[in-house]
T-cell receptor, first 114, second 115 residues
C-alpha cells in the first residue's frame, strides 16, 4: 500500500531563514504523482505543485523549490528566506492509481516568527 | 477565478440528525473527491468520483455515510444518523484527470460539529 511520511510534526524558524520540509513516500507503482499543498490558518487547502515520477528535475518557483529524489523516495520542499505569511500546515501527497489512492501525509506545521 | 464551492461552511447539529453537505466542482473537472480532516486522523479520503461514477468509497463508513453526484455540477455527502465522532472538517476537491495524477483543487471545507 502507498504511504506518505512527513517526519517533522512542527518546525519553527525566524523570518528570513531557509527551511526544508521533508516528505518520504512508499509505492509499488512505477508511475505516480507527488504533490504539495499548503493549509494556512484560514483552513483551505492550496495546491502548490505536482510532480510526476518520470521527472526528477528540481523545480523552483520564486522562494519555493522542490527536490525529488527517486533513489530515496523523497520529495522535499524548501522555502528560501521564509516570511511570516508562510506559516501554515504543509501536506505532501501521493497519487499512484489514477486518483483512487490520493493519500496525504500527516502534515508539517511551519511557524515563521517575526 | 474558478473555485470549488462547498455549503454550508459551518454546521452544528444534534446527534441522530441527518446532515447533507454540498459541493459544486470547478466547471469542466471530471473528478471529485471527498475528504475528512480531524486532528487524530489527518486527511482521510472518503469517496472519489470520476465522470460522476463512484470509483472508490472504501474510506467511508457505509452504514451512515453516502456520497452521490446527481449531476456534473453537484456532489453531496450525507450522514444519517450523525454521531459526535463525525465532527470534523469535510473537504470536497475537484480535478481534471488525465491519466495518473489528478491535480485536486479544494473547497474551503464544511466544519461539522455533532453534539
Amino acid at each position: 500500500a502507498q504511504k506518505v511520511t512527513q517526519a517533522q510534526t512542527e518546525i519553527s524558524v525566524v523570518e528570513k531563514e531557509d527551511v526544508t520540509l521533508d516528505c518520504v513516500y512508499e509505492t509499488r507503482d512505477t508511475t505516480y504523482y507527488l504533490f504539495w499543498y499548503k493549509q494556512p490558518p484560514s483552513g483551505e487547502l492550496v495546491f502548490l505543485i505536482r510532480r510526476n515520477s518520470f521527472d526528477e528535475q528540481n523545480e523552483i518557483s520564486g522562494r519555493y523549490s522542490w527536490n525529488f529524489q527517486k533513489s530515496t523516495s523523497s520529495f522535499n520542499f524548501t522555502i528560501t528566506a521564509s516570511q511570516v505569511v508562510d506559516s501554515a500546515v504543509y501536506f505532501c501527497a501521493l497519487d499512484d492509481n489514477y486518483g483512487q489512492n490520493f493519500v496525504f501525509g500527516p502534515g508539517t506545521r511551519l511557524s515563521v516568527l517575526p | 477565478d474558478a473555485r470549488v464551492t462547498q455549503t454550508p461552511r459551518h454546521k452544528v447539529t444534534e446527534m441522530g440528525q441527518e446532515v447533507t453537505m454540498r459541493c459544486q466542482p470547478i466547471l469542466g473537472h471530471n473528478t471529485v473527491f471527498w475528504y475528512r480532516q480531524t486532528m487524530m486522523q489527518g486527511l482521510e479520503l472518503l469517496a472519489y468520483f470520476r465522470n460522476r461514477a463512484p470509483l472508490d468509497d472504501s474510506g467511508m463508513p457505509k452504514d451512515r455515510f453516502s456520497a452521490e453526484m446527481p449531476d456534473a455540477t453537484l456532489a453531496t455527502l450525507k450522514i444519517q444518523p450523525s454521531e459526535p465522532r463525525d465532527s470534523a472538517v469535510y473537504f470536497c476537491a475537484s480535478g481534471l484527470a488525465v491519466g495518473v495524477g489528478t491535480e485536486a483543487f479544494f473547497g474551503q471545507g464544511t466544519r461539522l460539529t455533532v453534539v
